[in-house]
């Protein structure tokens, strides 16, 4: 009798189990792809959000002090270890560097959500600059990252707002996203709740140019309500 009872309460537990949300029961494993100002504050609060990071850089024995103040869900690796590792891609890295990334890593990139976090400035960028200026920088992502899922996300900001603003009381700060994957926003939008703020989705890849640097739409502190309607969306 006792045994029947156990199994109905080990039964029981495997349905509530079963019925939780995916988000729940998993997270997500993520290549950060540069080691700099934002991509160590996004490694942070995902590691602080229980997933396991792996942050890439072309020295990544220079990073033990980062990936040591991160814990035990960090690691370091070479872009090529890390785009294997991670299920999730953040793209953290000058813009100038991705048609070299796009052509060496494209088989990896294939398939995979990669969130962008990339902006162009001409001063640093040149040509890609003026690219992304003329074409938006949704569509000029896509080109040089071809096959990649791609959701343009935490590039609408100074990561000093990020890092201030993450996990505050009363409403969260928006972080605006655009892509053309309905899975891949999805996957997108959790990521940045656990990162601790708001995601508002935009539209395409295409409305991408509402947020990018230089745009009405960039460096805001909003709340999600301000951005919608910002961006002109309904609530």
Same mark, same amino acid.
């Given at each position: ?14 349905? &509530?189990? @079963?019925?939780?949300?995916? #988000? =729940? ?5 993520? !290549?950060?792809?540069? $080691?700099?100002? +934002? /991509? ?74 990669? &969130?962008? @976090?990339?902006?162009?400035? #001409? =001063? ?5 600059? !003026?690219?992304?200026? $003329?074409?938006? +920088? /949704? ?82 502190? =909003? ?13």
């Amino acid at each position: 009798m006792a045994c029947d009872t156990l199994s109905r309460r080990f039964v029981l537990a495997l349905a &509530l189990v @079963a019925a939780l949300p995916a #988000r =729940a029961q998993e997270k997500s494993r993520i !290549a950060v792809i540069g $080691a700099g100002n +934002i /991509g160590g504050t996004l490694a942070a609060l995902w590691t602080k959000a229980g997933h396991p990071v792996m942050i890439a850089s072309r020295h990544p024995e220079e990073l033990s002090g980062l990936v040591g103040r991160l814990g035990p869900l960090a690691r370091a690796g070479t872009v090529t270890e890390a785009l294997r590792f991670g299920e999730v891609v953040f793209l953290a890295v000058p813009y100038r560097a991705y048609p070299e990334l796009g052509r060496e890593h494209a088989a990896a990139l294939a398939g995979k959500v990669v &969130l962008d @976090a990339g902006n162009a400035t #001409r =001063a640093r960028d040149g040509d890609l600059a !003026a690219e992304a200026e $003329a074409d938006g +920088i /949704g569509a000029t992502s896509a080109r040089y990252l071809p096959g990649a899922r791609l959701v343009r996300a935490f590039n609408a900001a100074n990561v000093r707002l990020f890092e201030r603003n993450a996990h505050r009381d009363g409403p969260p700060m928006a972080v605006p996203i655009a892509g053309d994957d309905a899975g891949a926003l999805a996957v997108a939008e959790g990521l940045v709740r656990d990162a601790g703020f708001e995601p508002v989705t935009v539209g395409g890849l295409d409305k991408a140019r509402l947020f990018q640097m230089g745009s009405p739409g960039f460096g805001h502190d =909003a709340t999600a309500a301000e951005a919608r309607k910002t961006f002109g969306l309904a609530r």
